[in-house]
Nanobody, 123 residues
């Protein structure tokens, strides 16, 4: 079992950068595929990025490719999302999620979730 706590969300201007962090509890962190999802008002929660337990495999949704980078530090039990060239359409609550040894891009595939952190991009 793992508990997740996100941080780093804030208000930023379009074109700016932001780094989200997710701190995980538990001793088997490296066994978890970690993902970032986001949910804008009135919309469904959507996949943003995922990273394998070892960190050598990543996947991104098309709209963030080349702008966002997911990374993890298994020694520190953290996963981060570096977001560059932010756009107003990136505005959402961002969630960190974990799935034990399951690769996925849908919310249903992730069992563990953080409480979310708000990212607002102003135009």
């Amino acid at each position: 079992q793992v508990q997740l706590v996100e941080s780093g969300g804030t208000l930023v201007q379009a074109g700016g950068s932001l780094r989200l962090s997710c701190a995980a509890s538990g001793r088997t962190f490296s066994g978890y595929v970690m993902g970032w999802f986001r949910q804008a008002p009135g919309k469904e929660r959507e996949f943003v990025a995922a990273i394998s337990g070892s960190g050598d495999t990543t996947q991104y949704t098309d709209s963030v490719k080349g702008r966002f980078t997911i990374s993890r530090d298994n020694a520190k039990n953290t996963v981060e999302l570096q977001m560059n060239s932010l756009k107003p359409e990136d505005t959402a609550v961002y969630y960190c999620a974990g799935a034990y040894r399951i690769w996925g891009t849908t919310p249903a595939q992730y069992k563990y979730w953080g409480q979310g952190t708000q990212v607002t991009v102003s135009s």
